[in-house]
């Protein structure tokens, strides 16, 4: 019988068995849709795996992606990632047998993607991209090398007061109308990183333009990567737009480089995530927010920073409902975050750009990496503020007599001068090390 069967035979058949394998041709099942609820499905589709990218086919040819987010029984549930339009029970569905992917490279510089990584500035990707898995573990604790690199953003009361580290995550807070993303702008453009990766998350479809044009600037977009999911997307969409653009950056990072990711806002993030959450069952719990957004944030949050590699500096903003910066999102990113900048609508009432709250702001890493002499200088410029501000009101009404109180005489001398130093235009720019010195030209006159 051995004889009878010829050795090449077998080879070949080999060689067929281990490429379908390494195709996945085998778990590349057919179901189709029993249940249609919204964007919600389900199907009978036999070892599908959480995460699982399917693709719903309708009756005119159209290819509807989605992804298995969990089981009932033996029945799994998928979300459309696009509009529903054409699904209907009886549809058919293909497992690839893979996650969701976005397509990375040098190439994508000064391009402006979709949560799939597909072009939308009217460009066709170009160069050698690969594809890489949307959902990756973070870098291993023990081996994160410490941040001992001051980062500069060019935006003067950051760099002063609230230094950044290369490698560190820090979140800006505020509520709407602000100036979150003009800051994000101000750093995207002078920041001193090799690559930017910017996600607009949930965000108004007028104001990416103006973003993009405005904000960022011809300069900003050449060293940058912009991923863009807006407000009138399905759910889904809008969660893998920050995994989408925290992937891009892992890219450049492991290429050595030090990459800025920016995202506005981590709040819309969360607010899709619950409502992906609640489609499929699960229990709403402090204002709605589902089990499975505080489980997603430090999963994506904790992706940014160092490694053996490169860095990502990240800066995510919260958008505070309400004004309320104890809300939960706001609370739990503060709690991952290596610090928080606060903006104030009563600083940015009174024109004062950027209106960051240097006493409600914190940089956990401040201490670290600024020296004594900036220490000292960034220290005495918060008890000024905080002394005028404590004394603002007997000032304002003449009830302050000049010279009882020589802490409040110098706060309100040194009044326009702070102030001059905390603000700045949005096109203008100050390296650290001259950040730094202004500070202590301050205090050691002020002394």
């Known amino acids: 019988m051995e004889e009878l069967i010829d050795e090449n035979y077998i080879k070949d058949l ?3 068995v281990q490429e379908l394998l390494s195709k996945n041709e085998l778990r590349k099942w057919t179901g189709y849709v029993n249940k249609v609820v919204g964007l919600l499905l389900e199907a009978k589709l036999p070892g599908a795996m959480v995460g699982e990218l399917c693709n719903v086919i309708t009756d005119h040819g159209d290819v509807k992606p989605a ?38 490279g040098d190439s994508l510089l000064g391009r402006i993607l979709d949560a799939f990584g597909n072009p939308i500035d009217g460009k066709p990707l170009e160069g050698n991209l690969v594809p890489r898995a949307l959902d990756a573990p973070p870098p291993e604790a023990y081996g994160r090398p ?33 100036g979150k993303s003009t800051t994000l702008g101000m750093i995207a453009r002078y920041g001193d990183a090799d690559i930017n990766v910017i996600a607009l998350v949930g965000e108004r479809g007028r ?41 891009i950056a892992e890219y450049f990072r492991d290429q050595g ?75 739990a990113a503060r709690g991952i975050l290596d610090g928080h900048i606060i903006l104030s609508r009563a600083i940015a009432a009174k024109n004062h750009f950027p209106s960051v709250d240097v006493l409600s702001s914190v940089s956990r890493l401040f201490p670290e990496l600024a ?5 000292d200088s960034a220290g005495f410029m918060r008890n000024m503020i905080a002394t005028y501000n404590n004394a603002e009101d007997l000032i304002a009404i003449g009830a302050y007599e000049k010279g009882s109180d020589p802490r409040i005489d110098k706060a309100v001398l040194l009044k326009p001068v702070i102030d001059s130093f905390l603000q ?3 096109y203008e720019t100050t390296g650290v090390d001259e950040t730094i010195k202004l500070i202590s030209t301050i205090y050691q006159k002020a002394k």
Not at 217 to 231: D, F, H, R
Request: charged content about 20%.
């Open 207 to 247: 104001e990416v333009q103006d973003f993009i044009e405005v904000s960022l600037g011809e300069e900003g977009l050449k060293k940058s990567v912009v991923i863009v999911a807006t407000s009138d997307q399905p759910a889904m969409l809008r969660v893998k737009c920050l995994f989408a653009a925290t992937t």
């Open 146 to 178: 410490r941040i001992d690199t001051v980062f500069s953003t060019g935006v003067r009361v950051i760099d002063g007061l609230l230094t950044l580290g290369v490698g560190q995550r820090i979140g800006i807070f505020s509520g709407s109308g602000v």
């Open 371 to 375: 020296n004594k002499e900036h220490q």
């Open 257 to 331: 480089k030090n990459v800025l990711l920016m995202a506005d806002s981590v709040t819309r993030l969360a607010m899709a995530a619950r409502d992906v959450g609640l489609s499929v069952g699960e229990p709403p719990t402090m204002k709605g927010y589902t089990p499975s957004v505080f489980a997603m944030l430090p999963r994506i949050l904790e992706r940014s920073g160092r490694s053996k590699a490169g860095a990502i500096t990240a800066i995510y903003t919260v958008l505070v409902e309400g004004d309320d910066f104890n809300e939960p999102i706001a609370d």
């Open 424 to 426: 700045q235009g949005i």
């Open 67 to 104: 992804e298995v987010v969990g089981f009932r029984g033996d029945t799994s549930l998928l979300l459309l990632l696009v509009d529903g339009k054409g699904v209907h029970q009886g549809s058919k569905i293909v497992q690839t047998g893979r996650p969701i992917e976005v397509l990375v």
């Open 14 to 16: 080999d060689s067929a």
